[in-house]
C-alpha cells in the first residue's frame, strides 16, 4: 500500500482517546458532522475496494475518504447502476485519504493519513468505523503512548518500559486486521497494536486503548528495532501474519507467541513486507516481499499453503521478462482472489495467475468499452477485487476505478471530476492535475464541455509560441477531457506557464497550465 508524503508536529499526547459520535453536531476540531456525504466517487486514488458479504456494496479506501458503492447490475442507466455516497471529514472521518481499510458482514474500518506539505513524513490521521453501512460512524484519533517517565537521554519511557511513539509523524495506519479477540492495526513508527473488543461489537469503546505488541519480544523501538515497523497484517481465522521491515510473523494465539519467516531462515525473497492477504479455497497466504537491506534480498511475490512450513517465491523479474518481455522490478501493493486465480497489484498494472504462480499475465492499459480515449492513464494499480469467474472485477489506482464483467476484456470506467459548472462558480475549461508533473504523473486532463466529436488541443509556451498541437481527440456530449503528455517530440517540455487551446464543437476555450517537475 502506498504511503503518502505527510508530516505534523505533535506535544502532549495519550494513549486513550474518547471517541466521537456523528449523533453530535460538532467535535473538538469543529468539523460539522451531520453534513451529507457525497453522492460522487470521493477520489480518482483508490488504494482499497472491499465487498461487505451480504449486501451489494462494494467499499472503496480513496484520497478522500471512504466510498461506499451500491452496485446494480441489473440496471441499465450508470447513475442507477453505480450509487456512490462519499464519506469524508466533511462528515466527522479523518482528515486527508484512507490509508487502510476492514470490512466485515458487521463493521466498517478505515484509517487515514495526510499530508502537511512539510517534509518527507506521513501523519496518521485516525480511525473510523461505522456499523450501520456508513450512515453513522466513530471516529478515534491516532493511536499514540503517554509520556510517563522518559528517559531523555536514551528517549526509552522507564514506566511503558519501550521507546513511546508520542506522535502521528510515520504513525500512518497502513492495514487493518481482525481476530477472535482483538483490532489490529500497523504502522511503520506506531508498529503493531492491538484493541481489545466484545463479540458482538455493541458496546466497543476506546478504555482499554491500543497496546503495543513486540512480536520479536524485545522492547518495543521503531528507531532501531526493524521488527517494530509494521506495515502490512491479515488473519487467516486461526494465525495473525504480520508484515515487517524484517520479515513476517505468525502468531497463532494472538499475539502471546510469535514465528519469524524472514530471507535467512525461510525462502522467501525479501523482508520488507509491504502486502499479506489470505485466500480461502487454497489455504495460502500470499505476501508482498520486497528487499530491505540484505544483497541476497530481491522483489518478488511469496507465498505459503501449509502455514509457513515452507515458501515459494513468484513473480520474480524472471517471469515478467518471460510474461512481457522487459524486465520490471515487481513492487506489489494488494492481492485478489477468485476461485480460479489470484490478481497481484503493481507499479506496471494488474498481474494474473490462474496456476498458483507458475506463470503470470498482464492485463493490457485499461480503456473504457464505450468511450473512445478514455483509459487509466497511470499504469499503477493498488486495489482489485474479483469476484467468481463470470463475474466482475474491479480495480483501482491513481486513476479511478474500473470494472470488468468479461473478466478485462471490456471496462467501464468510473471517474470523479469538479465540475465546470457548479453554484461556486462557472468555468469554461481547466487542466488537472495543475501544476502538473510529466515524471508523476501520465498526462494532464484538459476539461471541457462540448456538444461531442472531434476536438483538438494546441499548446503555447510563455510568449505564446506553439509548442504542440495534437492529433484530433474524440469528446463524448456534456463535459469530457482531452489529454497531453507533456512532450514536445518525446521529449518532457521545460518548467514553466503554457497557455493551451481546445478548437472543439459548441465553441473554443482557452485556459492556462503549470509544468513543475
Not at 40 to 50: A, K, T
Not at 62 to 84: K, M
Not at 304 to 327: C, F, K, M, P
Not at 403 to 422: C, D, F, M, V, Y
Amino acid at each position: 500500500m502506498p504511503l503518502l508524503i505527510i508530516l505534523i508536529l505533535a506535544t502532549s499526547v495519550f494513549a486513550q482517546f474518547a471517541p466521537h459520535s456523528l449523533e453530535v453536531s460538532l467535535d473538538g476540531r469543529g468539523r460539522a458532522l451531520d453534513a451529507e456525504p457525497e453522492p460522487q466517487l470521493g477520489s480518482n486514488v483508490i488504494i482499497d475496494i472491499l465487498p461487505q458479504d451480504t449486501t451489494p456494496l462494494l467499499w472503496l479506501g480513496t484520497g478522500n475518504g471512504v466510498t461506499r458503492l451500491e452496485f446494480d447490475r441489473e440496471a441499465t442507466e450508470e447513475a442507477a447502476r453505480y450509487r456512490f455516497l462519499n464519506y469524508s471529514d466533511e462528515q466527522g472521518l479523518g482528515k486527508g485519504g484512507v490509508s487502510g481499510l476492514l470490512v466485515t458482514d458487521s463493521i466498517i474500518w478505515a484509517s487515514f493519513a495526510f499530508d502537511t506539505t512539510v517534509g518527507i513524513s506521513g501523519a496518521g490521521g485516525g480511525l473510523a468505523y461505522s456499523r450501520t453501512y456508513g450512515d453513522a460512524w466513530t471516529w478515534l484519533p491516532q493511536p499514540r503512548d503517554p509520556i510517563l517517565g522518559l528517559n531523555r537521554q536514551t528517549g526509552e519511557d522507564t514506566v511503558l518500559g519501550y521507546w513511546p511513539t508520542a506522535t502521528n509523524v510515520h504513525n500512518i495506519t497502513s492495514a487493518l486486521a481482525m481476530s477472535q479477540n482483538f483490532v489490529w492495526i500497523v504502522s511503520k513508527g506506531g508498529g503493531l497494536r492491538r484493541h481489545a473488543y466484545d463479540s458482538d461489537y455493541t458496546d466497543f469503546q476506546d478504555t482499554l486503548g491500543w497496546k503495543v505488541v513486540s512480536p520479536d519480544g524485545t522492547p518495543f523501538n521503531t528507531g532501531l528495532e526493524l521488527s517494530d515497523r509494521s506495515f502490512s497484517v491479515a488473519f487467516d481465522g486461526a494465525n495473525l501474519w504480520v508484515g515487517t521491515a524484517a520479515g513476517i510473523f505468525k502468531s497463532s494465539d494472538e499475539g502471546t507467541n510469535w514465528q519469524l519467516f524472514n530471507k535467512s531462515n525461510s525462502d522467501i525473497s525479501g523482508n520488507f513486507v509491504t502486502a499479506l492477504d489470505y485466500q480461502v479455497s487454497t489455504n495460502t497466504v500470499w505476501a508482498a516481499t520486497w528487499r530491505a537491506q540484505g544483497n541476497d534480498e530481491f522483489y518478488a511475490v511469496s507465498k505459503t499453503s501449509n502455514g509457513g512450513v515452507s515458501w515459494e517465491v513468484t513473480l520474480t523479474e524472471d517471469q515478467i521478462e518471460q510474461a512481457i518481455g522487459r524486465r520490471e522490478t515487481p513492487r506489489i501493493h494488494s492481492f485478489a482472489f477468485d476461485d480460479n486465480a489470484v490478481y497481484a497489484c503493481d507499479d506496471v498494472g494488474l498481474w494474473k495467475t490462474s496456476n498458483g504462480g507458475t506463470t503470470w499475465e498482464l492485463f493490457p492499459q485499461v480503456a473504457d468499452s464505450e468511450r473512445t480515449g478514455h483509459r487509466l492513464e497511470e499504469d499503477a494499480i493498488y486495489a482489485a477485487y474479483a469476484e467468481n469467474p463470470g463475474d466482475y472485477l474491479w480495480i483501482g489506482g491513481l486513476d479511478g476505478l474500473a470494472a470488468s464483467a468479461s473478466n478485462g476484456a471490456r471496462w467501464h470506467i468510473l471517474q470523479t471530476a469538479e465540475p465546470l459548472k457548479i453554484s461556486a462558480r462557472t468555468a469554461d475549461t481547466y487542466a488537472y492535475p495543475n501544476p502538473y508533473s510529466p515524471n508523476r504523473f501520465a498526462v494532464v486532463r484538459i476539461r471541457v464541455e462540448s456538444t461531442g466529436g472531434a476536438a483538438t488541443l494546441s499548446v503555447y509556451d510563455f510568449a505564446m509560441s506553439e509548442v504542440v498541437s495534437l492529433p484530433a481527440q474524440t469528446l463524448t456530449p456534456g463535459e469530457d477531457y482531452l489529454t497531453w503528455d507533456g512532450k514536445k517530440d518525446g521529449v518532457v517540455v521545460a518548467n514553466g506557464t503554457y497557455f493551451y487551446k481546445v478548437e472543439k464543437p459548441g465553441g473554443d476555450v482557452w485556459g492556462k497550465l503549470i509544468v513543475l517537475d
